[in-house]
């Protein structure tokens, strides 16, 4: 085994053929016995519920390699569970939790060569997905599924180390209330996309949007998402919030960092609401999720007022610590809670 030959540094965040992904089908009932492949394109019928309604959904999570090479995964159950979530409030067959971490493993473990070295900033991003696929036409849950996971070597986030971007709200809404904000399903990012557009538009020359920030869809008055981020703030008195709210997909790395502000920097955290026009609580701000683990948020835009939170270049020290924290138990040099990290084996 050796590495393949790629600027580990400087990968970004786009599509690399890797040699292997894992493939599974569900039919009568039942997953059938799953497989790795070197084929990377799908041939699918053309009445697949996928196609036509929206019947499928995804997830993100990543390999590490650690300094004594050994290969961790981060949460995957907590990966697993949630498109069990997913799988129910679209009634699609449900991937078992085991299947899940088998598939992930199997996959590092085929690729290995694509994740680069300890201390290059480059992971190996995992795109686990599930979709609805057989003869269809009507709208109906599908006959059969198919539970597929494929992976692609990523660059650091942050190639300089941390940096802060600034956002601005949109009045479109990403999900509705009772809607499916909450689950990972691929109509809630193309509902995004235009969104996402706008926001970059908006921007100047001396200050650019990075993504929209989305509020609540029932009143607009409270911050839900940073394009396809969770949010939190970090209050003058030292608190670690974030929202809460049914419409707001649970991020992962989220609830990694409400244990890691309470447990290990003794923080006092709260779920609650967070309104726009309340942003002077906070001394810093940031968006978390897995592709940046942490975006520091410089500043907000709403309407005719640009909120400033730490800086628009700086990073704040509970930023910063809580990033080096989580980081470090994914690399393996900071100790784990108990089950975060899954060994590939
Ligand atoms: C996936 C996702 C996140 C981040 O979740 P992680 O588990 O932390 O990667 C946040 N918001 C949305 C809308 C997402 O789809």
């Known amino acids: 085994m050796a590495l393949k ?5 400087n990968l ?7 040699d292997y992904r894992f493939i599974a089908h569900w039919k009568d009932g039942k997953w059938d016995d799953a497989q790795l492949t ?3 394109t799908l041939h699918i019928h053309e009445g697949s519920t996928a196609l036509h309604y929206g019947q499928q959904c995804f997830e993100g999570l990543k390999a590490y390699r650690c300094k004594d090479g050994s290969i961790n995964l981060f ?6 569970k949630r498109m069990q979530g997913t799988a129910r409030r679209l009634l699609m067959a449900e991937v078992p939790t085991e299947l899940f971490v088998r598939a992930c493993k199997e996959v590092v473990k085929a690729n290995q060569d694509w994740l680069g070295p300890y201390g290059s900033g480059a992971t190996l991003y995992l795109r686990p997905f599930l979709i609805g696929v057989g003869e269809n036409i009507g709208v109906k849950a599908a006959p059969e599924y198919i539970f597929s996971v494929f992976c692609c070597p990523v660059g650091a986030y942050f190639k300089g180390g941390l940096a802060p971007s600034s956002f601005i709200t949109t009045d479109y809404d990403r999900a509705a209330p009772m809607g499916t904000g909450g689950v990972k399903v691929g109509g809630n990012y193309a509902a995004s996309l235009l969104p996402h557009e706008l926001a970059t538009e908006q921007g100047t020359a001396t200050r650019k949007f990075a993504d929209a920030i989305y509020l ?3 009143t607009h008055t409270k911050i839900e998402e940073v394009g396809a ?6 209050t003058k008195d030292n608190k670690f919030i974030t929202p809460a709210s049914d419409s707001i997909l649970p991020s992962i790395t989220k609830y990694s960092l409400l244990h890691i502000a309470k447990e290990r920097l003794g923080m006092e955290t709260i779920e609650g609401d967070v309104y726009i026009d309340q942003l002077d609580q906070f001394a810093e701000a940031g968006a978390c999720g897995t592709a940046a683990v942490i975006t520091p948020v410089g500043g907000i835009q709403h309407k005719d007022n640009f909120h400033v939170f730490y800086s628009e270049t700086e990073v704040g020290p509970v930023t910063k610590r809580l990033y080096a924290e989580l980081t470090g138990i994914q690399f393996g040099d900071v100790e784990a809670p108990e089950g975060w990290i899954v060994k590939v084996e």
């Open 5 to 9: 030959d790629l600027d580990w540094a």
């Open 12 to 18: 970004g965040f786009s599509y690399i053929k890797t």
């Open 38 to 40: 070197t084929d990377n």
């Open 75 to 80: 949460r995957p159950e907590e990966n697993a």
């Open 216 to 218: 609540d869809p029932k």
């Open 229 to 234: 981020a969770n949010f939190f703030g970090i």
